[in-house]
């Protein structure tokens, strides 16, 4: 962890550029006379927050610079008014790397920002600090803001209807993972209480080819084969096939088999005892059983 927690700070003092490796730094506030540029390290992951960073060559720097004026750059749809909100901080805090780490980690968090960046997490939000004289301290946002969704695509939604899906999927405004995460639970939810397991295709998300769509790829599970065993002995029994309403290669509803077909089965009255259970074959897939007991 502690090499993880480390930085390399990018810092420019009269047009030089100096690196400095940083694996622990004091909490002190920044004191930007003696760093003119601070470029704020990126989050190691969405979620994760930094250690505090925090640059200075006196301890005994203890209020630092003021925050007199906030550039935004990258936004398309959101204002530059929402964006700081968004981040947590204004004009007139403290320009200390406590509060420059927060306002990067909070946009990061957002949802809002990096879809066009999966795999580099250092280009979804920037933060940089400058000295601009008199103890006063201009701050950049940099960001990759997320497209705005203009269609939505549902494909494979199975036994349940596409127009059924639609209204539990977020389409206004901006792409925002996090949205997105609690949609697929509404969505998965939504399936279950009609007995359907679902999950999601690899390319769930905003569409890399067609700008503005957010597609929706639903995996539905279907029944794989069938196995029947009468007295602990496999059988293969179109009469039992014939009277539940589950079948092979079909969507697999757990109301429909554990409800409605075992009480078929029960109801014939051939048997002393009807269970029923399932096996997971691969993704998407599953296996049933029905054990029989005959009457004697």
């Not at 047009?15 to 506030?29: N, W």
């Not at 002995?233 to 109301?255: A, C, E, L, M």
């Not at 089965?265 to 005959?294: M, Q």
Request: net charge neutral.
């Amino acid at each position: 962890m502690r090499n993880l927690l480390a930085a390399t700070i990018a810092i420019s003092v009269g047009g030089i550029s100096i690196q400095a490796f940083a694996p622990e730094l004091p909490s002190h506030p920044i004191n930007l006379k003696h760093c003119g540029r601070v470029t704020v390290p990126p989050a190691l992951a969405r979620g994760t927050v930094h250690n505090k960073f925090t640059l200075t060559t006196q301890a005994d720097a203890t209020e630092g610079e003021r925050i007199v004026k906030i550039l935004v750059n990258g936004i398309k749809s959101l204002s530059a008014k929402a964006l700081i909100e968004m981040s947590g901080h204004k004009v007139g805090d403290r320009c200390i790397s406590a509060v420059l780490s927060e306002i990067r980690d909070k946009l990061a968090m957002s949802g809002n920002f990096g879809m066009h960046y999966p795999d580099h997490q250092e280009k979804w939000v920037q933060v940089q600090a400058e000295d601009i004289g008199n103890h006063d301290c201009l701050v950049t946002i940099s960001v990759d803001e997320n497209d705005t969704i203009s269609n939505v695509t549902i494909t494979d939604s199975g036994p349940i209807k596409s127009q059924e899906i639609r209204p539990l999927i977020t389409s206004a405004g901006i792409f925002n993972a996090t949205t997105l995460e609690r949609d697929k639970r509404t969505i998965v939810g939504h399936y279950n209480v009609h007995g359907y397991s679902a999950s999601f295709g690899k390319s769930l998300g905003m569409d890399p080819v067609k700008t503005g769509v957010l597609t929706i790829p639903i995996i539905v599970d279907r029944v794989g084969k069938i196995e029947i065993r009468k007295d602990n002995v496999k059988s293969i029994d179109p009469v039992v096939f014939d009277r539940i309403t589950t079948k092979q290669g079909g969507y697999f509803s757990r109301k429909t088999f554990y409800e409605q077909d075992r009480k078929k089965l029960i109801d014939t009255g051939d048997y002393d005892d009807v269970n029923f259970s399932e096996r997971a074959e691969s993704p998407g897939v599953i296996n049933l059983d029905i054990s029989l007991k005959l009457k004697k």
